[in-house]
């Protein structure tokens, strides 16, 4: 997906952009069901 990232050094594996806002979140590779743990909205400080 082109707007998923693989983080390095963080507490989640991977990060999606959707508009302003920044779903960060883990990956198996086999899941089915996604559980949301955070989101931020973009700002200054995030990429």
Known sequence: MPNVKALAHHQYG????VGNYRILFDWDGGVKIVSIEEVRKRDEHTD
């Open 14 to 17: 991977y990060r999606l952009r």
